[in-house]
Structure formats: structure tokens, C-alpha cells
């Protein structure tokens, strides 16, 4: 079992910067890998980043390629979303989730935290 609890979120204007921060409980989150998803209002959620359980491979979905890093520091059981060049588009609850190495599927969901950008 895995507990994800994400930080970070808030209101920024248009051009600005936020990190988001997931922590897990735990003694295997080096089993995992790990995913940001995002839901915008009236939209579906949408896997925006994700990265390998030794944080060696990351992916980016294309909306947010370059402007988005997602890094991990599994001595610290957290995953780190950082989030430049913030567009109005970018409004949206972002949710952590962690997939088990051999698995395909998210088994485990933080409670999401809301990004606004304000134009």
C-alpha cells in the first residue's frame, strides 16, 4: 500500500513557475513509477509527465514538453513536478500517481492538488 500526498498547487499569472511535490509513505517507492496526471475542468484527466522508478526515463506529454520537469529523489520517497512557462491551458487539479514496476496500470492516487494560471 502506498499513501501519496501532493504539494504546491496555487494561483500564478501567466509566464510564472510552480513545483509540485508528491511524497509517499512507505519503504518500496523505488518499486515504483511514477505519474502526473492532470484534470481540467469539463476535460478528461490526461497523464501529463512520468517517470521510471529510478527516475532514469522521464516522459512528457507534447502539451507540456519544455516547459515541464519532472524529476524524483527516491531517498526521500517524493517526486517533484516543475512547472515553467505556465499557460491559462494549464489550469487544472494534477493528481500524483504510482504504478508498480511490471505493471501497466496507476494503482495508487495522491488527493490532487489545483493549479490556476491566470492570464
Known amino acids: 500500500q502506498v499513501q501519496l500526498v501532493e504539494s504546491g498547487g496555487g494561483l500564478v499569472h501567466a509566464g510564472g513557475s510552480l513545483r509540485l511535490s508528491c511524497v509517499a509513505s512507505?519503504?518500496?517507492?523505488?518499486?515504483?513509477?511514477m505519474g502526473w496526471f492532470r484534470q481540467a475542468p469539463r476535460k478528461e484527466r490526461e497523464l501529463s509527465s512520468s517517470i521510471s522508478s529510478n527516475g532514469a526515463r522521464t516522459r512528457d506529454a507534447d502539451s507540456v514538453k519544455g516547459r515541464f520537469t519532472l524529476s524524483r529523489d527516491n531517498a526521500k520517497n517524493t517526486v517533484y513536478l516543475q512547472l515553467n512557462s505556465l499557460k491559462p491551458e494549464d489550469t487544472a487539479v494534477y493528481y500524483c500517481?504510482?504504478?508498480?514496476?511490471?505493471?501497466?496500470?496507476?494503482?495508487?492516487w495522491g488527493q490532487g492538488t489545483e493549479v490556476t494560471v491566470s492570464s
Open positions: 500517481a504510482a504504478r508498480p514496476i511490471g505493471t501497466s496500470d496507476y494503482h495508487y
Open positions: 512507505g519503504r518500496t517507492f523505488s518499486s515504483y513509477a
